[in-house]
């Protein structure tokens, strides 16, 4: 956040430094032409105080100074400072300061573009430490645990297991049939344990994709992965959240995933989630 306060300071000073050297640019034209002075850039960077570099750099006063001065230069004395040429003056200095701001609104939305997938990566960099860490710190504690006497680990109860899902909603497809083979049994216990104690409070949207993350990962009940956030679904989420105006960043803490609301208030995002159901319903088309 404050990188892209920077960068927003900077770009507004620059703005300011070039509005203010157009400025000066044109107080000295129009004195040359009230005085009946030659029009030339050594002229002009003396009337105005700003270099020579800078006015051939600035392609649209560099072809108005060339313009005045052939005006001038075809004639031995310069002509009256009338109404015409002042207006023509103003249509060109007008002219260079729409294109100008042009191009910088442009260059702010590719800044501000830039920004905000500077601080997904961010976002995704912090998930994916603490996710590495965590499966370290579970698989130190499985290497602890050496099975007594070399006993092989025994297979799974399928016909149990599949009681057990069939009461927590859960479909015993070939993926998860599989993963469950190739788990041992304890692991697979404590996922669907995990599971009953997350849907006991509330917290599963989609129980088979919730198994087969416990399973995975070997979550334990009370472990803290009802905190945890799936990264797709939240990005799914964010990017209408943030499209609708209701929230404007985001960050994570110990684990839990929290949105920063459009009143500036920090909200969990599975609460934000839940305060702003209605708002994305009410947004659907009706079939």
Same mark, same amino acid.
């Given at each position: 956040?404050?990188? !892209?306060?920077? @960068?927003?300071?900077?770009?507004?000073? *620059?703005?300011?430094?070039?509005?203010?050297?157009?400025?000066?640019?044109?107080? /000295?034209?129009?004195?040359?032409? !009230?005085?009946?002075?030659?029009? &030339?850039?050594?002229?002009?960077?003396?009337?105005?105080?700003?270099?020579?570099?800078?006015?051939?750099?600035?392609?649209?006063? !560099?072809?108005?100074?060339?313009?005045?001065? *052939?005006?001038?230069?075809?004639?031995?004395?310069?002509?009256?400072? +009338?109404?015409?040429?002042?207006?023509?003056?103003?249509?060109?200095? $007008? !002219? =260079?300061?729409?294109?100008?701001?042009?191009?910088?609104?442009?260059? +702010?939305?590719?800044?501000?573009?830039?920004?905000?997938? *500077?601080?997904?990566?961010?976002? #995704? *960099?912090?998930?994916?430490?603490?996710?590495?860490?965590?499966?370290?710190?579970?698989?130190?504690?499985?290497?602890?645990?050496?099975?007594?006497?070399?006993?092989?680990?025994?297979?799974?109860? $399928?016909?149990?297991?599949?009681?057990?899902?069939?009461?927590?909603?859960?479909?015993? +497809?070939?993926? $998860?049939?599989?993963?469950? &083979?190739? =788990?041992?049994? /304890?692991?697979?216990?404590?996922?669907?344990?995990?599971?009953? =104690?997350?849907?006991? #409070?509330?917290? @599963?949207? +989609?129980?088979? /994709?919730?198994?087969?993350?416990?399973?995975?990962?070997?979550?334990?009940?009370?472990? /803290?992965?009802?905190?945890?956030?799936?990264?797709?679904?939240?990005?799914?989420?964010?990017?209408?959240?943030?499209?609708?105006?209701? @929230?404007?960043?985001? =960050?994570?803490? &110990?684990?839990?995933?929290?949105? $920063?609301?459009?009143?500036?208030?920090?909200?969990?995002?599975?609460?934000?989630?839940?305060?702003?159901?209605?708002?994305?319903?009410?947004?659907?088309?009706?079939?």
């Amino acid at each position: 956040m404050a990188v !892209k306060r920077s @960068v927003d300071g900077l770009r507004r000073s *620059a703005q300011q430094k070039h509005q203010e050297a157009l400025e000066k640019v044109e107080k /000295g034209i129009q004195s040359l032409i !009230k005085d009946k002075r030659p029009i &030339n850039f050594n002229a002009v960077a003396e009337a105005s105080g700003v270099s020579k570099a800078w006015l051939y750099k600035e392609a649209d006063i !560099k072809d108005r100074i060339e313009q005045l001065r *052939a005006q001038s230069s075809g004639s031995k004395r310069q002509p009256p400072a +009338n109404q015409r040429a002042s207006d023509a003056s103003k249509d060109a200095l $007008l !002219k =260079t300061m729409r294109e100008r701001i042009k191009r910088l609104e442009a260059e +702010n939305n590719d800044l501000r573009r830039q920004n905000e997938v *500077a601080y997904s990566h961010v976002l #995704k *960099a912090r998930d994916l430490e603490k996710e590495v860490q965590r499966l370290s710190a579970h698989i130190e504690r499985l290497q602890r645990q050496p099975q007594p006497n070399g006993a092989a680990v025994d297979p799974p109860n $399928l016909e149990a297991i599949q009681s057990a899902l069939s009461e927590l909603d859960v479909e015993l +497809n070939s993926t $998860l049939a599989r993963l469950i &083979n190739q =788990t041992p049994t /304890g692991i697979v216990e404590a996922a669907i344990e995990s599971l009953q =104690t997350a849907r006991g #409070k509330g917290q @599963v949207r +989609n129980p088979g /994709g919730f198994l087969n993350k416990a399973i995975t990962d070997a979550w334990r009940p009370n472990e /803290g992965h009802q905190g945890k956030v799936d990264i797709e679904e939240f990005n799914q989420w964010w990017k209408w959240a943030y499209a609708a105006g209701l @929230v404007k960043a985001a =960050t994570q803490e &110990n684990g839990i995933q929290y949105v $920063l609301r459009a009143d500036n208030e920090w909200m969990p995002f599975v609460e934000a989630r839940k305060a702003y159901v209605n708002t994305r319903d009410s947004e659907r088309p009706s079939k």
